[in-house]
């Protein structure tokens, strides 16, 4: 949730803990979840604009708020 990123913060190998926050989720789904929001940074911010200019009306953008 912080994005504080320490390999301490895996519990072990199924459990995710942020010493930071103290965020806690499946090791496996906070990974899903780091990597489809990381995607969907990358493609909104490398996407081409729509024709005609003007803000980015993609999915990913909308969900970033962008």
Known sequence: MCGHCDTK????QAHF????CGH????????AVN???RAARQ???CAAPPS??????SPAAL????
Do not use: H, K, M, Q
């Open 43 to 45: 493609t909104a911010y």
């Open 24 to 31: 806690t989720a499946a090791a496996d789904t906070n990974a």
């Open 63 to 66: 969900a970033l708020g962008i």
């Open 9 to 12: 913060n895996r519990v072990d």
């Open 52 to 57: 005609g200019g003007g803000a980015s009306t």
């Open 17 to 20: 803990r942020c010493l930071s």
């Open 35 to 37: 990597i489809a929001f």
